[in-house]
Antibody, heavy 119, light 108 residues
Framework: EVLLVQSGAEVRKPGESLRISCQVS????????IAWVRQMPGKGLEWMGI????????RYSPSFEGQVTISVDRAINTSYLHWSSLKASDSAIYFC????????????WGQGTLVTVSS | EILLTQSPGTLSLSAGERATLSCRAS???????LAWYQQKPGQAPSLLIY???TRAAGVADRFSGSGSGTDFSLTISRLEPEDSVVYYC?????????FGGGTKVEIK
């Protein structure tokens, strides 16, 4: 069974750093891309970026380039989304999702991680 | 970046009726690269349709997709109560992939 399990909800203050995770199982981690998608409260979906665990090839949406870092740890089948300095506007639910290619739909999704940034 | 505009924002119909959701792109999208997702409250999106018209595994056949170029649609042939959720279109052929703003389907 394909599973993408994300880390739990986080509360941070503005300016703090944060890394959330997405651990996969049930398929070859290095054979599929992992995308990250943001959903702000009550809003739609925004594609942030994508990484290929096989060689760490990473692409970002211009809207998120320089704002976040996507990485992987192949030893534990996990992808990460990292912020070095959070803003209140980063408060959202973040989803990871699997795709066969950059130009492919996301067929399996993680359950989402709620990030709250508040002073 | 390709902008996807979904309409209507909210669609209110009775159970058993036919629902047609629209997704219009700011520039041409190859039909190979257009998907529809369903998102239930408090859950992650789930893939319904890809390649504009191919149902994902396990998706009920009352869901169908069509369209080409800049105009695509998702049709639910006979609405059931569990279809009362939000639907998003996505193009994934042009970088960056983009989503539409969503259509909420309500059952009267």
């Amino acid at each position: 069974e394909v599973l993408l399990v994300q880390s739990g909800a986080e509360v941070r203050k503005p300016g703090e750093s944060l890394r959330i995770s997405c651990q996969v199982s049930g398929y070859s981690f290095t054979s599929y891309w992992i995308a990250w998608v943001r959903q702000m409260p009550g809003k739609g979906l925004e594609w942030m970026g994508i990484i290929y665990p096989g060689d760490s090839d990473t692409r970002y949406s211009p809207s998120f380039e320089g704002q976040v870092t996507i990485s992987v740890d192949r030893a534990i089948n996990t992808s990460y989304l990292h912020w070095s300095s959070l803003k209140a506007s980063d408060s959202a639910i973040y989803f990871c999702a699997r795709g066969l290619a950059v130009s492919a739909p996301s067929d399996y999704w993680g359950q989402g991680t709620l990030v709250t940034v508040s002073s | 970046e390709i902008l996807l505009t979904q309409s209507p924002g909210t669609l209110s119909l009775s159970a058993g009726e036919r629902a047609t959701l629209s997704c219009r792109a700011s520039q041409s999208v190859s039909s190979t690269y257009l998907a529809w997702y369903q998102q239930k409250p408090g859950q992650a999106p789930s893939l319904l349709i890809y390649g504009a018209s191919t149902r994902a595994a396990g998706v009920a056949d009352r869901f169908s997709g069509s369209g080409s170029g800049t105009d695509f649609s998702l049709t639910i042939s006979r609405l059931e109560p569990e279809d009362s959720v939000v639907y998003y279109c996505q193009q994934y052929g042009s970088s960056p992939p983009t989503f539409g703003g969503g259509t909420k389907v309500e059952i009267k």
